[in-house]
């Protein structure tokens, strides 16, 4: 069975400075990989995929993030930080038709 | 273009009562998933309809059910509700759901509590 997970439940980062949210997937075969952003008491947003091509996907909002097939990672970053970046971050897999979220990383950028 | 409108965006029910929520995705989308997310689980999938069938299944009891209509919007329904059903429960809307590569788009979610 697939799974996606995100082994950090917080992140905290200054204001100004990069900001990595690790996520992890296993999955057997070329899934679908996406990041989203809630934030309170809203739903979710999508930000960035992959989907095939190059390791380096580029999104919403001055977020990027890296596909490693090896390490089978999709970490999402930023080279720079916004307070208002502060949010709860979700990654996802999709293979077959079958989405599959992680437990969620809460981002907290402090000025 | 208008989002994905889900209403309402706030209810309380209590114990055994059943609930029914609502749905209305982007204008040409046709397909509609229903997530649940609680502090507990975190986002667990319940259902996604395309083109009015269901084309997908989360693990939940037959309590949760749902179903769509001709112009793509979506009903859930939870009946005998138990106090472990308080929740916000999320639609997502996309072209072509699970069988594509294209995102979801969310509403902003009805958020139901269980006294």
């Known amino acids: 069975a697939q799974s996606v997970a995100q082994p950090e439940d917080q992140v905290n980062v200054a204001e100004g400075n990069p900001l990595t949210v690790k996520c992890t997937y296993s999955?057997?075969?070329?899934?679908?990989l996406f990041w989203y952003v809630q934030y309170p008491n809203r739903g979710l947003q999508f930000l960035l995929k992959?989907?095939?091509?190059?390791?380096l996907v580029k999104g919403s909002y001055g977020f990027e993030a890296e596909f490693n097939k090896s390490q089978t990672s999709f970490h999402l970053k930023k080279p720079s930080a916004l307070v208002s970046d502060s949010a709860l971050y979700f990654c996802?897999?999709?293979?077959?038709?079958?989405?599959?979220f992680g437990a969620g990383t809460r981002l907290t950028v402090k000025p | 273009k208008a989002g994905v409108t889900q209403t309402p965006r706030y209810l309380i029910k209590t114990r055994g009562q059943q609930v029914t929520l609502s749905c209305s995705p982007i204008?040409?989308?046709?397909?509609v998933s229903w997530y649940q997310q609680t502090p507990g689980q975190g986002l667990q999938f319940l259902f996604e309809?395309?083109?009015?069938?269901?084309?997908n299944k989360g693990n939940f009891p037959g309590r949760f059910s749902g179903r769509q209509f001709s112009n793509s919007r979506s009903e859930m329904n939870v009946s005998t509700l138990e106090l472990g059903d308080s929740a916000l429960y999320l639609c997502?809307?996309?072209?072509?759901?699970?069988?594509?590569?294209?995102?979801?788009?969310f509403g902003e979610g009805s958020r139901l509590t269980v006294l």
């Open positions: 997502a809307s996309s072209l072509s759901g699970s069988e594509g590569t294209g995102e979801l788009f």
């Open positions: 999955v057997s075969g070329n899934p679908y």
């Open positions: 992959y989907i095939t091509g190059d390791n």
């Open positions: 996802a897999v999709t293979l077959a038709g079958d989405m599959r």
């Open positions: 204008s040409g989308h046709r397909s």
């Open positions: 309809y395309f083109s009015e069938t269901q084309r």
